[in-house]
């Protein structure tokens, strides 16, 4: 790619004040910054330096440490700085401003990552992963995150493709030399074989993928029941706070409220939802809908009834928790094994629920090893380059030359190849790096 001829900057660390900010500088202008700014004429690389940071007059403005790191040998692959300063809104406000002045500009989102991307420092994939390290609020999602970032995604999109490569290269002998004794035919079985092993592959990886991207974006958990249950109460107990209104008049909920949590090292969206029953209101018939429709989309339901009511399992889906609740207004209970038994209002049993939760998210991702698809964006390629694969399938059942079967092959290779980055960068570049914070 072509070589940039703008330097940029921006502060690397969290909004000050804070006991240090660290910015960072990428490009060509690197080097005359520091000669105009710290007053050196070089600084050793990669090594720390005491040094006076000044603006355009040569008032000091802090005193820090830097490190200058030449390109390529730096993330950006290009002449890199980083300076760290006391974390003092007016010194880094000052800081950015002197930089900017002596050859600079401010970063965009992920710009600093999109340059490493450009020289070839990592491959769109692993990029995506350093914006999932930034972000990651479970264990679940840092563990998935820093196996992306050594090149799980990379190396298995690679592996396909590689696949795929040696699948055209039957095809095209069999195009260009039609004659020969190991040609045309003879390539049907082994590429048609090697097709049929990768789209199960695909498929496989879009199967266990359901749950990886879960891992990434959190897990959906519903709570369910009748007005009046103490769906409410429970929501607040499990997010201990006070998120969702709780009265004893029956359909106080009406609208999803959802709270974000981390639940055994694992990022879940829990939704309080409105009680379900018929009713001719039509806000709460509103409510209603948009209970049945979490329902349908969640993970994991918590289905909670009244222990002093009955509960109609029709509604239930295996693997779903069955919760009765307002146990303290009941002597005695029978209930099925698998019901837990709270008291939500008093917090009893609240932990076992927690620990139900937990053990069902586990249930979920055992077996899992190394993931295959994280984003919306990787299921949505796989699922383009199967689309391809299956059309190439049919040509080839269908005897319709290897000319069209070599054309959807190579359109799946190029799908695969746009994860990755290595084909039409341009097309996703911005989708992906947007989603950054600057600084990185
Ligand atoms: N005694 C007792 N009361 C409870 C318990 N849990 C909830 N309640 C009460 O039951 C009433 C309804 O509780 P909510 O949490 O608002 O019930 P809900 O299921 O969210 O109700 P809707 O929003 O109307 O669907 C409130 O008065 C709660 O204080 C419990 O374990 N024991
Ligand atoms: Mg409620």
């Known amino acids: 790619?072509?070589?940039?001829?703008?330097?940029?900057?921006?502060?690397?660390?969290?909004?000050?004040?804070?006991?240090?900010?660290?910015?960072?500088?990428?490009?060509?202008?690197?080097?005359?910054?520091?000669?105009?700014?710290?007053?050196?004429?070089?600084?050793?690389?990669?090594?720390?330096?005491?040094?006076?940071?000044?603006?355009?007059?040569?008032?000091?403005?802090?005193?820090?440490?830097?490190?200058?790191?030449?390109?390529?040998?730096?993330?950006?692959?290009?002449?890199?700085?980083?300076?760290?300063?006391?974390?003092?809104?007016?010194?880094?406000?000052?800081?950015?401003?002197?930089?900017?002045?002596?050859?600079?500009?401010?970063?965009?989102?992920?710009?600093?990552?999109?340059?490493?991307?450009?020289?070839?420092?990592?491959?769109?994939?692993?990029?995506?992963?350093?914006?999932?390290?930034?972000?990651?609020?479970?264990?679940?999602?840092?563990?998935?995150?820093?196996?992306?970032?050594?090149?799980?995604?990379?190396?298995?999109?690679?592996?396909?493709?590689?696949?795929?490569?040696?699948?055209?290269?039957?095809?095209?002998?069999?195009?260009?030399?039609?004659?020969?004794?190991?040609?045309?035919?003879?390539?049907?079985?082994?590429?048609?074989?090697?097709?049929?092993?990768?789209?199960?592959?695909?498929?496989?990886?879009?199967?266990e993928g359901n749950i990886t991207e879960r891992i990434r974006d959190g897990f959906k958990i519903a709570i369910l029941g009748k007005p009046n249950a103490g769906k409410s109460t429970l929501l607040n107990q499990l997010s201990k706070r006070d998120a969702a209104i709780v009265t004893d008049i029956p359909g106080t909920t009406r609208d999803i409220v959802e709270v974000r949590l981390v639940m055994g090292g694992y990022l879940v969206w829990l939704s309080d939802t409105a009680g379900l029953r018929e009713t001719t209101d039509r806000v709460e018939a509103e409510g209603v809908r948009r209970a049945e429709k979490a329902a349908a989309e969640s993970d994991l339901r918590i289905w909670l009834y009244d222990a002093r009511d009955s509960f109609d399992v029709a509604q239930v889906k295996p693997g779903d928790l069955i919760v009765a609740n307002k146990s303290d207004l009941v002597a005695r209970l029978d209930v099925s094994r698998e019901t837990m038994v709270i008291s939500a209002k008093d917090g009893e049993g609240v932990a076992q629920v927690e620990q139900a939760i937990v053990s069902r998210l586990k249930g979920m991702t055992q077996g899992l090893t190394a993931p295959m698809i994280t984003r919306a964006r990787h299921r949505q390629g796989i699922e383009r380059a199967r689309q391809h694969l299956d059309r190439a399938r049919e040509h080839m059942a269908q005897g319709a030359g290897a000319e069209f079967t070599a054309e959807e092959v190579r359109l799946a290779s190029r799908e695969l190849g746009t994860l990755t980055g290595h084909v039409d960068p341009e097309m996703v570049l911005g989708a992906v790096f947007s989603s950054f914070c600057i600084g990185k």
């Not at 900010?21 to 710290?38: C, D, V, Y």
């Not at 692959?77 to 900017?100: K, N, P």
């Not at 992963?129 to 998935?144: H, P």
Request: hydrophobic fraction near 45%.
């Open 1 to 207: 790619m072509a070589l940039r001829q703008d330097t940029i900057c921006a502060l690397a660390t969290g909004q000050p004040p804070a006991a240090i900010a660290t910015l960072r500088i990428s490009g060509p202008s690197t080097s005359q910054i520091i000669e105009k700014r710290l007053s050196i004429k070089s600084l050793t690389p990669r090594r720390a330096t005491l040094v006076d940071l000044r603006d355009a007059a040569g008032a000091l403005i802090d005193s820090g440490l830097a490190i200058y790191m030449p390109g390529p040998n730096s993330y950006t692959g290009e002449d890199t700085l980083e300076l760290s300063l006391h974390g003092g809104r007016m010194i880094t406000e000052l800081a950015l401003q002197s930089i900017m002045a002596a050859g600079a500009r401010l970063a965009d989102p992920g710009e600093f990552t999109r340059r490493a991307f450009e020289a070839g420092k990592m491959d769109l994939t692993r990029a995506e992963a350093v914006a999932d390290l930034i972000d990651a609020e479970s264990e679940a999602q840092l563990g998935q995150a820093l196996k992306q970032m050594d090149g799980a995604l990379e190396d298995l999109y690679s592996r396909w493709r590689g696949q795929l490569t040696d699948c055209l290269a039957l095809l095209e002998a069999s195009i260009d030399f039609p004659d020969e004794e190991d040609a045309p035919d003879r390539v049907d079985g082994p590429v048609s074989d090697r097709l049929e092993a990768l789209v199960a592959d695909l498929n496989h990886a879009l199967a």
